[in-house]
């Protein structure tokens, strides 16, 4: 089923100095902005696992649950899977597709994060005739009419199917989708993903990395879908990089 997914490295904290106006869990004390999604669904490959996982967050207000909080969400409803992909199905998992439809047909009605790509880029990489676009088609059928967020992809590979050039091109096709569907909006994470974050493997991120995801995802659907107001006139909706201590992890 096309490129190998990569597993999660070993717990490791960066090194990242303490920011003002963070508080206690890395919060802000000033106000945040809030979301008009009080639900919303992310589904996401191992590139999310770190934001729910205890060894890495070991503050559980550290990880995305409590930060969709923070900006207002009242049912965040995590699906995550390593070496998930919108077409192509591991072995004893679903794709995207199946876990959308799968939602959809239960009732759910809310907002959606997607952060998928780095393994459907690897798969067409490795000879998948699904091109990039069609993959995201594909999900916005599902989806519908319903708000959403996609996630843009960033890694440090320089070659081969996880290669950098390769995301791109993935973040380009995301952007192009945007203009047949008026509720989709696109994070630019690879704007605000520091080097440093990255373990040795260049795809997977330290604790460091993964509390300021967390936090900018949080942050950007607030900016894509806010509480008061329409929605973000732009397509890509942009945060600035921040650098969190980690709770619970020593530096």
């Not at 995305?64 to 909080?69: F, G, V």
């Not at 998930?84 to 759910?108: P, W």
């Not at 493997?201 to 460091?208: E, K, R």
């Amino acid at each position: 089923s096309g490129g190998n997914p990569r597993h999660l490295g070993r717990k490791q904290a960066g090194s990242g100095g303490r920011v003002a106006g963070l508080g206690h869990g890395g919060h802000r004390r000033a106000a945040v902005p809030h979301t008009s999604c009080s639900s919303v669904v992310h589904i996401g490959d191992s590139t999310s696992e770190g934001l729910i996982s205890n060894n890495y967050l070991p503050d559980v207000r550290q990880q995305i649950p409590s930060q969709y909080r923070r900006v207002g969400v009242r049912h965040p409803i995590m699906e995550i899977a390593g070496g998930t992909s919108i077409v192509e199905t591991l072995q004893g998992g679903q794709n995207a597709q199946v876990v959308a439809s799968g939602l959809i047909h239960q009732g759910y009605r809310g907002c959606w994060v997607i952060a998928l790509g780095t393994n459907d880029v690897a798969d067409v990489y490795v000879g998948s005739r699904v091109t990039l676009a069609a993959r995201i088609e594909k999900m916005m059928a599902i989806i519908g009419r319903q708000p959403v967020l996609w996630v843009n992809v960033k890694t440090l590979d320089a070659s081969g199917p996880y290669a950098e050039s390769n995301m791109v091109k993935w973040n380009q096709a995301l952007v192009q989708a945007c203009r047949q569907h008026p509720n989709m909006r696109v994070y630019n994470w690879a704007a605000a993903a520091q080097n440093r974050w990255f373990i040795p493997d260049g795809i997977h991120y330290y604790s460091d990395g993964y509390a300021a995801r967390a936090h900018l995802i949080a942050n950007a659907l607030a900016e894509a879908f806010p509480r008061h107001g329409p929605p973000a006139r732009s397509c890509v909706v942009s945060t600035r990089s921040l650098s969190i201590p980690v709770l619970g992890v020593a530096h």
